[in-house]
């Protein structure tokens, strides 16, 4: 796959330039919201502009970015920072197109019971609301001339990125053998279903599986049952030969990459959630925080960046699974635990994901 994308930082105009040692960001953003809501000196902001039902639990939301958007490729997510109730909250969301002609950025969210901010964004959010906009991050992108064929997995809201995937190669005629298994609890809760579905009329060389785990299949183009061997072989096409790309809860992706990593030609898989992972540290330990001197009494078990928001604290953070390096912070001293793996890490770093890892001694943070 493609190495990481990595937005090419906008230019700055002379003017811009020019006076720039003599501007605190802060300050400009302050007085130049007051004139436009999404001005800013460099941080990208977004206003949503449009919003349409997805499906029975999900939306679709359309922002406009301001100048500082630094765009993104098909199969990226993006950091959202949403003001709740006074309080920025961050999370990562999928765009589900490639870059398009109107420079709008479309995201299609899925309500959680009980998720703070992806029931905001789905009852809540108005057109006009501005939110913070990330830099594009994930490896999850086609190359510039696909070959081959290609499987994609999705399960629930892991559709999103892969859906931009399949939208990208719709643009190019479909020069590639796609199949995509979607995997949902009941019919009404797809999204995308009436374009998949003219796709796979439109590409003869697109196949589209809806694979139903609380539902009877009613139709060709749906299967029932959960991720296995047999429906796998069944609806996956000559395994051997299929590029895998797999998108949805952690647990999905671990039986995807278990069944299918050591048998197709390349397995590439993004997870929305983290899988369980058994606590092997218990009790507390003491971290200390350079920056601000304080030391905090933490439990050892669970990731350093739940521990230290469980004290208060707000460490930057988006995806919290270790994929967009937002949370990244200095470590000088101590053990950590590397907690997908469970891998003891004794070195100091300068950049120690706080989303996945846990304290194993007491530590030295760079905060
Ligand atoms: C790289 C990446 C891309 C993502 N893209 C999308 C996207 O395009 N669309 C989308 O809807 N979501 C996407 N997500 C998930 C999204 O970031 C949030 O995790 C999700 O919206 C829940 O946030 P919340 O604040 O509502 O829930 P929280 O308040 O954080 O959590 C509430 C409860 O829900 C559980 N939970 C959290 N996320 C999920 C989930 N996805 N499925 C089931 N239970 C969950 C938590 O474990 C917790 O128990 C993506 C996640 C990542 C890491
Ligand atoms: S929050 Fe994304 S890497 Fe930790």
């Not at 990226?76 to 003001?83: P, R």
Request: hydrophobic share 45%; proline share 6%; with cysteine.
């Amino acid at each position: 796959m493609n190495a990481q994308f990595r937005p090419p930082l906008r230019r700055s105009g002379p003017l811009a330039r020019l006076i720039r040692p003599l501007v605190k960001p802060d300050v400009f953003d302050f007085w130049a919201s007051r004139v436009h809501r999404t001005w800013t000196w460099e941080r990208p902001l977004a206003r949503l502009v449009a919003r349409e039902t997805a499906s029975v639990d999900a939306v679709t939301l359309l922002f406009k970015p301001n100048r500082h958007w630094a765009g993104h490729r098909a199969g990226q997510h993006v950091n959202l920072g949403v003001d709740i109730d006074g309080v920025r909250v961050t999370r990562s969301y999928s765009l589900t197109a490639p870059s398009r002609a109107d420079g709008l950025l479309p995201v299609t969210i899925k309500a959680i019971e009980g998720g703070r901010v992806s029931r905001h964004l789905c009852r809540d959010a108005r057109i006009g609301d501005i939110v913070e906009l990330g830099h594009a991050f994930g490896e999850m992108t086609l190359p510039a001339s696909p070959e081959g064929s290609f499987l994609l997995l999705a399960a629930g809201s892991g559709i999103t990125p892969l859906m931009a995937l399949v939208r990208e190669l719709a643009g190019q005629g479909m020069p590639v053998d796609v199949t995509l298994l979607y995997w949902v609890r009941r019919r009404d809760e797809a999204c995308f279903l009436d374009e998949l579905r003219a796709f796979a009329g439109a590409h003869p060389r697109f196949r589209l599986r809806l694979m139903l785990t609380r539902e009877a299949a009613a139709s060709a183009d749906e299967a029932e049952g959960r991720i296995g061997d047999a429906l796998l072989s069944a609806h996956g096409g000559e395994l051997a030969a299929q590029q895998v790309m797999a998108c949805g809860p952690g647990g999905f992706v671990e039986a995807a990459r278990g069944l299918l990593a050591s048998r197709v030609t390349a397995f590439h898989a993004e997870a929305f959630t983290a899988p369980p992972v058994a606590v092997v540290d218990e009790g507390e330990i003491d971290i200390r925080l350079q920056r601000s001197g304080r030391t905090l009494r933490v439990a050892r078990g669970t990731s350093l960046l739940e521990a230290l928001e469980a004290q208060g604290l707000r460490p930057p953070s988006g995806c919290r699974m270790g994929i967009c390096n937002t949370c990244a912070c200095g470590k000088s001293a101590g053990s950590t635990r590397h907690l997908p793996s469970g891998e003891l890490v004794h070195e100091p770093t300068q950049a120690l994901k706080l989303c996945i890892h846990s304290a194993a001694t007491d530590l030295e943070l760079d905060l």
